[in-house]
């Protein structure tokens, strides 16, 4: 099960996961995969690209995300049209953030890499596949100080 983001953030800076995914079993997956690696990690997903820029905007700055994962068919906004909104403020400059897609599209990945994306990852079809691709998000995260 997908671990709930608190409703009050904890006083520490906590390290913290948003992902953006409108497939139930696709967040469940990559929590559980993550979470494999490390526990210390808070997940949060949003199943639309709108909820999750209005999410963004919320946090407060000492507590956005350490990674932004993408789904690129998201509903409402999709990871390439969130990457070219986050691109307009500072604030999210320095957030890692992977699209990962169904897709093996070349046009698809070069289209998110050229709006910031750091990566394009194409979604595994078992869980060691996953477990290795969540192993390498993670080596995106930097530690908060």
Known sequence: MVEKFPQTLPTT???FILLGEDDIDDQEFLAEALQSIDKSYIFKSLE???????F??????????DLIILDYNLPLLNGAEILHLLNQHERYA??????WS???????KAD??????SD????????GALKDVANYMLSFCQVKS
């Open 13 to 15: 800076n906590p390290k």
């Open 48 to 54: 639309n690209g709108k909820l999750l820029i209005s």
């Open 56 to 65: 963004l905007e919320s946090l407060p700055a000492d507590r956005l995300p």
């Open 94 to 99: 320095a957030i890692p953030k992977i699209v």
């Open 102 to 108: 169904t897709s093996k599209s070349p046009a698809c």
């Open 112 to 117: 998110c890499l050229r709006m910031g994306a």
């Open 120 to 127: 394009y990852v194409v979604k595994p079809n078992d869980m």
